[in-house]
Nanobody, 128 residues
Framework: VQLQASGGGLVQPGGSLKLSCATSGVTVDYHGLGWFRQAPGKKREGVSCIDSVGGSGYSTWYTNSVKGRFTISRDSAKNMVYLQMDSLEPEDTALYYC???????????????????WGRGTQVTVSS
């Protein structure tokens, strides 16, 4: 499994960034995929996850602090996962990691130890 995150950068408060995660060895339609972040001196926290439900549906999870501002999506044809981040705040500054849990998103909020694979991080800095 390989995950490669990109799209980070420096943005002013209120601005937007779109993170991308290129995957290989993962079935985008079947596995939980998403994002964690880690700010200096803080624990790694789950940000968002997308999973499949039913035959062709999907579910999403967001940590409370990003609800209404971030949107996760996937493109199974391209094996990609995205995180659109709008209305960015200085508190969003962190190293963002793409990750996958083969069993889904159920543990994303509280069990990063269950993550099956991590990508290298991409730095997001929100500052004026």
């Amino acid at each position: 499994v390989q995950l490669q995150a990109s799209g980070g950068g420096l943005v002013q408060p209120g601005g937007s960034l779109k993170l991308s995660c290129a995957t290989s060895g993962v079935t985008v339609d079947y596995h939980g995929l998403g994002w964690f972040r880690q700010a200096p001196g803080k624990k790694r926290e789950g940000v968002s996850c997308i999973d499949s439900v039913g035959g062709s549906g999907y579910s999403t999870w967001y940590t409370n602090s990003v609800k209404g501002r971030f949107t996760i999506s996937r493109d199974s044809a391209k094996n990609m996962v995205y995180l659109q981040m709008d209305s960015l705040e200085p508190e969003d500054t962190a190293l963002y990691y793409c990750a996958t849990d083969f069993s889904g998103c159920g543990s994303w909020s509280h069990r990063p130890d269950l993550i099956d694979a991590w990508g290298r991080g991409t730095q997001v800095t929100v500052s004026s």
